[in-house]
């Protein structure tokens, strides 16, 4: 079974099931500031879990693309993924768990036609005010029984394999902060049921003597979890949530594993096109070694997530999300370069785009700027990389047994080497890294080029306050009037709001000049003065494209999408029409004044601008 076929029986059967298929949201987050990557299908729904009103309903259910780079390291084994799709469905206040379990049970045994006997699944235990979750075991019991199977609870007297449901504390928990004693004040979570598969690998001795679902070894694999959104953190503890919500999470491609019951996610279709092509370039087989498979895994990874943040309009650079996708292609042309010398990644970039370019429409603008991109990327490191592994070479001729902070420094400094590549080829040669000394000589680093003065960059707004809010509605003040004054080529590529000021990226290739920054300034203002009011209106994509809305825009123009529009309702003036899910101010005279205190280039083609409302 295919990816394509998955997905597609997912989204099929869940619409059966009256849910509403909505698009992929962007890989990078708005509003929201936690990461800088949607890295789950529920993190674009955040408002509408916690109960703003989503513009298809309270049945909804998509295939979400995801980037995790948490985990770098541990990819090239032959189940971590820096990018891949997460399949879910979601009640926002409607069905419960009892649905929830039945319908996932049943998508699993009767569409995907798993065995039943190779599934395992895990269940809260209780912690502290918020009780166990006795009731999803007797569901999944009864579930089993249906079908002939006795689903007992495992304790500690009985083997594995006698048992199919396992209590968790901390792992059937899940909030986007992790366990519930690390939450923030605000944030939501709740107990969770997970579905794990089981591919009957030997158990690895290393993870412990007795293997369970959650073991590391690589036996069991997640492929579901099902949350129940019931809960937010507050000083006194945890209170329940007035709109109950289900959340259902599960990896695209780690379900078509387990269809195919393959436990190697690269012997899945969607990998085999761009390790055919490195196999044809490199001359090397995969499955030849575990060295050289190792390689073509994190090659055909690192690839295709950096194409997918290009696809988004990032660039590599030295900061944030730029930095995250230069460790990823430096990465990735460091392996390519151990399978083949100056091996370039040019036919596999073309061969993963045109794979995903019917999925993804929005590659297919971007197909010749991520090319050329990569491309320029790589003609950068190839004029560090044989410099620095000389380096590495020439330490480990020396046969030391750790490399010292201001060594991995210098390579980081001198060869362009992340202290993350230093550290890899240093485990790899049994040395270890002075991770401390190498912090130490950073920040010295910083303080003498003036470079660390200013907070790490994230998107979105940081809270929901009414300070925040006046400025997130100034945004949209200013995207229209840079589009006004520098050209409706100006997009935004980026925003990150607080109570204090908001930071603005936007696509524009020059220096804006003293006279354009003012223009800009004057226009949002008189806007301000106007008291025009900020309205909400639910419409399909095509509608708001045909309305001459501007904003990020789904792959499907059916979709249904809130649109926020500045205007003046007595006189029909219009200033702006944005794609956006709020919060806004009512009227944008609650603003005071604008004022853009900074503008700043960020990388080839980006500007910055940093603005308050005073």
Known sequence: MTTSEVRQKYLNFFKQKNHIIIPSAPILPENDSTTLFVGSGMQPLLPYLLGQKHPCGTRLTNSQKCVRTQDIEEVGDIRHLTFFEMLGNWSLGDYNKQDEVKW?????????????????????????????????????????????IEANVYNNSMRLEDAKIFYYVKKNWWSRSGTPENMPIGEIGGPDTEVFYDFGLPHNLKYGPNCHPNCDCGRFAEIGNSVFMEYMKQNNGFVELKQKNIDFGGGLERITMAANNEPDAFKLDIFSSSIKTIENISGKKYGASPITDKSIRIVSDHLKASIMIMGSGITPGNLDKGYILRRLLRRAMRHANSLLKNMSLTEITKNIIDQYIEMYPELTPSKNIIINEIDKEEEKFKNVIHSGLAK??????????????????????????????????AQEINITVDMEGFQQEFEKHKIISKSGSEKKFKGGLEDTSYATTKLHTATHLLHTALRIVLGNHVCQKGSNITAERLRFDFSHSKKMTEQEIQQVTNLVNEQIKMGLTMSPETMTAQEAYNVGAIGLFPDKYETKVSVYTAHNPETGYVFSKEICGGPHVKNTSELGSFKIIKEEAISAGLRRIKAVCI
């Open 104 to 148: 996932l049970f049943e998508f699993l045994i009767q569409e995907i036609k798993l065995d039943p006997k190779k599934i395992y699944v895990t269940v809260f235990e209780g912690y502290d005010q918020i009780p166990k979750d006795m009731e999803t075991v007797i569901l999944w019991q009864t579930l089993f029984k249906e079908i002939g």
């Open 392 to 425: 590495f070479k020439k330490l480990e001729d020396e046969k030391i047994v750790s490399i010292d902070g201001k060594t991995a420094f210098d390579l980081y400094q001198s060869f362009g080497f992340p202290i993350e590549l230093t550290n890899e080829l």
